[in-house]
């Protein structure tokens, strides 16, 4: 158990308003990332983090921004949440650092209307 | 960038059977990994495999790094292994992924 919680696990809110998903770890790794997962897809990547204040982009990035102030936890805000934002979010961690095993939380099911 | 194919995209199968699954990655790549996401949505990596085999109970994968291919061995199928499997390829920091294989394994 690699100790990952997401919140909240499901929300549902409307065009225009912000979300902010939190990503919470209990082991100090210093790799996170933020995915998304639509139908008949893979997932794919929003940001990354790989420290405190250190953050990149993913493949789909536009419409999203993260923050990472402290080890364990990474916050994915959505400014103004549009519809197409409606999906499955996840998190994950890379506990050896860069290429190697990711573990990932339970995941977060965000509707927008 | 990183393109990942998977195949089938679909497989029933009846219990006890075998199977094998395959991911096409079409560049060069240091980091490959293999997921199951069961009916429930969870995400387990089964294996972190860039180059050659490993096994892990009844499963198996083997990777070919020069030939940009890994596949899955599933020996025995189980109800429990029903899902859909995950293969991601890439760098170190960003994962590109496939759009899965569907397994069904029916009782």
């Known amino acids: 158990d690699a100790g990952i919680t997401q919140s909240p696990r499901h929300k549902v809110t409307e065009t225009g308003t912000p979300v902010t998903l939190r990503c919470h770890q209990t082991e100090n790794h210093r790799y996170m990332y933020w995915y998304r997962q639509d139908p008949g897809h893979g997932l794919r990547l929003i940001h990354y983090?790989?420290?405190?204040?250190?953050?990149d982009k993913g493949e789909v990035s536009d419409g999203y921004s993260v923050s990472r102030s402290k080890t364990e936890d990474f916050l994915l805000t959505l400014e103004s949440a549009t519809s197409s934002q409606t999906s499955v979010y996840f998190c994950a961690i890379n506990p050896a650092g860069g290429g190697d095993t990711q573990y990932f939380g339970p995941g977060t099911r965000l509707t927008v209307l | 960038g990183i393109q990942v194919e998977q195949s089938p995209p679909d497989l029933i199968l009846q219990e006890g059977a075998n199977s094998t699954l395959r991911c096409n990655f079409s560049?060069?790549?240091?980091?490959l990994q293999w997921f199951h996401q069961n009916p429930w949505g969870q995400l387990i990596n089964l294996f972190y495999?860039?180059?050659?085999?490993k096994q892990n109970g009844r499963l198996s994968a083997t990777t070919v790094a020069t030939e940009r291919y890994s596949l899955l061995y599933i020996s025995s199928s189980q109800t429990t292994d029903s899902g859909v499997y995950f293969c991601?390829?890439?760098?170190?920091?960003?994962?590109?992924w496939g759009a899965g294989t569907k397994l069904i394994i029916k009782p």
């Open positions: 495999i860039p180059s050659g085999t």
């Open positions: 983090s790989y420290g405190v204040k250190d953050t």
């Open positions: 991601a390829s890439g760098g170190n920091y960003q994962l590109i």
């Open positions: 560049d060069s790549v240091n980091n």
